[in-house]
């Protein structure tokens, strides 16, 4: 299926929810933001939010500064 990410297309085999994406791309819960289709999610609701064919995904990674 492809997805868009960080507006990129990318085909995405394998990956049926947001927890998936995150382990396929090696991503720690606390060190990014993941906006799925212009919504903002917590990691706890990255299990129950499925992934499907052109969706549009945005990975920020936090980084604490001053």
Request: glycine share 10%; proline share 5%; aromatic share 4%.
């Amino acid at each position: 299926m492809k997805v868009w990410i960080n507006g990129e297309p990318v085909e995405m085999n394998g990956v049926t929810n947001v927890a998936d994406l995150a382990v396929h791309y090696g991503l720690r819960p606390n060190t990014v933001l993941i906006e799925h289709n212009a919504t903002a999610l917590h990691q706890r609701e990255w299990m129950e939010r499925p992934i499907t064919e052109g969706d549009r995904i945005e990975i920020v990674r936090v980084v604490a500064g001053g």
